[in-house]
């Protein structure tokens, strides 16, 4: 009898036993692991699980994050399983997981490097694993800041009156608005267009603020808003910037019709970026947006239209006439782009022995 009554207790348990989530669900209430109320450190004492308190001040594990390799500028992807839902940021080596959960790849990989300190990509929350907790610290806002920059309207009124040099954690000293990209193999067409339109202060102050285009579903237009605020950013770990993520909407966007590995026109990217990001805000974005208005310019058009003369009798009866007539007809037309007739380049070579560049002014 005494066996039947534990086979029965067993069976209860099992029957009434709640499935359990999928091995990569990142729920926020991890903390129903109550095997791991109590666990033993490296070294040897016994430490109680603090995922029941919440939110803690303070990690033993915060001496281990590391800076220096930390690069928010690629795909929002799991290194091993390639997904792109609740995916992680190991703070020590820099690379991708996905989950924190049991089972995850972020948790295994916390017992396997013993790396600890972990962000949340799209909340931007910060956990311990495999404890589970999260750590709630202001010395990591920096990181926080470099993962989503993040502006004020008075910041944003401010950046071309105070322009200031920022330096990188490898020492080199960069201007914000003004970093290099890198270049994606055969990207070079992309990234002097970027860096032209981000001297373009309407359209600049416009996607530094994501209240603009929040609303606005397409990923084109959420990857230049966000790529917009990584060149702007002042306090950027490294010098330079990558616009992997931007390539990667643009070719999606595009159909790859401009993608990384393939040269194309700048001229007929710049159109087509144009053209496209004043579409998706036009249809989606609830503010209004005056994209092609910062960008277009207006040409004077002066119309020459001879007209006939009419004789004319004097007083002796002499018919004469006073030439032609020309009536001028002036008018104004918006453009996009222009193109100007340069110049030839002169004969002569400067006192440097170089041919001298032909300059013409535009106003």
Same mark, same amino acid.
């Given at each position: ?42 070294? #040897? ?12 001040? @303070? ?44 089972? +995850? ?6 017992? $396997? ?15 311990? !694993?495999? $404890? @589970?907790?999260?750590?709630?610290? /202001?010395?990591? $806002? ?18 071309d009156r105070n ?24 990207t070079d067409f ?20 994501? $209240? ?65 990001l004043h579409a ?10 005056? !994209?092609?208005?910062?960008?277009? #310019? ?18 002796? #009866? ?12 002036? +008018?104004?037309? /918006? ?7 340069? /110049?030839?380049?002169? !004969? ?13 002014? !535009?106003?």
């Amino acid at each position: 009898m005494l066996v039947d009554r534990q086979g029965s207790i067993k069976r209860q348990k099992i029957e009434g036993c709640a499935s359990r989530p999928p091995p990569y669900d990142d729920v926020d209430d991890d903390e129903e692991h109550n095997e791991r109320s109590q666990r033993r450190n490296s070294d #040897g004492r016994a430490q109680r699980c603090r995922s029941k308190l919440g939110p803690v001040e @303070g990690c033993p594990y915060l001496d281990t994050v590391n800076r220096q390799v930390l690069d928010f500028d690629f795909e929002k992807f799991c290194s091993v399983s390639l997904s792109n839902l609740n995916v992680y940021a190991c703070l020590v080596c820099g690379k991708y997981y996905q989950g924190r959960g049991k089972g +995850s790849h972020a948790y295994a990989h916390s017992f $396997d490097a013993r790396h600890h300190v972990y962000i949340n990509l799209h909340t931007e929350k910060l956990y311990c !694993l495999p $404890d @589970g907790y999260e750590i709630v610290d /202001p010395s990591l $806002d920096d990181i926080r800041q470099v993962l989503n920059p993040r502006f004020t309207k008075e910041q944003v009124a401010q950046l071309d009156r105070n322009r200031r040099w920022s330096r990188a954690l490898d020492g080199s000293d960069y201007l914000p608005g003004m970093v290099g990209l890198n270049n994606l193999h055969g990207t070079d067409f992309v990234n002097v267009t970027i860096q032209s339109l981000m001297r373009v202060t309407p359209l600049r102050n416009f996607f530094l603020m994501p $209240d603009n285009y929040q609303h606005c579903g397409s990923t084109l237009v959420q990857r230049f808003g966000e790529l917009t605020r990584k060149i702007w950013h002042a306090g950027n770990f490294k010098g330079q910037v990558s616009p992997h993520g931007f390539l990667q909407a643009v070719a999606e966007a595009s159909q790859k019709r401009f993608c990384a590995g393939q040269q194309s026109d700048p001229q007929d990217f710049l159109a087509w970026l144009l053209n496209t990001l004043h579409a998706e805000l036009t249809t989606s974005c609830r503010n209004n947006c005056a !994209l092609l208005s910062w960008l277009q #310019g207006e040409m004077e058009v002066i119309k020459e239209i001879p007209t006939k003369t009419i004789p004319q009798k004097e007083d002796n #009866g002499v018919e004469t006439e006073h030439g032609i007539n020309v009536l001028k007809h002036k +008018s104004r037309m /918006p453009f996009l782009m222009l193109g100007l007739g340069l /110049p030839p380049p002169p !004969l002569f070579k400067d006192a440097m022995e170089k041919n001298i560049i032909p300059q013409v002014t !535009l106003f």
